[in-house]
């Protein structure tokens, strides 16, 4: 059974920065194509950032600059790092692998609020 648990959000001034943490189990984060997204209250879900099998990262332009996603093949975890955050930033941020046999699989997300 395939799992993400997304971690790490919380409540932070403008300008400051917090770490989010996706752990998977029953899939490897290393072979697949992990990404992340956020939804604030009444928008559509939007891409954030994506790490692939390669080690490859791309990012919105939003957040291009302030967040930076990364990888740790032993833990099985991919974090966001959120820097210089904005009240824009709030959302609850979800991460999403997307398997080798062509199934996205969702954590349950992290709440992000910063104020001004």
């Known amino acids: 059974q395939v799992q993400l648990v997304e971690s790490g959000g919380g409540l932070v001034q403008a300008g400051g920065s917090l770490r989010l943490s996706c752990v998977a189990s029953?899939?490897?984060?290393?072979?697949?194509?992990v990404t992340w997204y956020r939804q604030a209250p009444e928008k559509q879900r939007e891409f954030v950032a994506q790490?692939?099998?390669?080690?490859?990262?791309d990012y919105s332009e939003s957040v291009k600059g302030r967040f930076t996603i990364s990888r740790d093949d032993a833990k099985n975890t991919v974090y966001l790092q959120l820097n210089s955050l904005k009240p824009e930033d709030t959302a609850v941020y979800y991460c999403?692998?997307?398997?080798?046999?062509?199934?996205?699989?969702w954590g349950q997300g992290t709440q992000v609020t910063v104020s001004s």
């Open positions: 790490i692939n099998s390669s080690g490859m990262t």
């Open positions: 999403k692998a997307y398997s080798l046999w062509g199934t996205d699989y």
């Open positions: 029953g899939i490897s984060l290393r072979i697949t194509d």
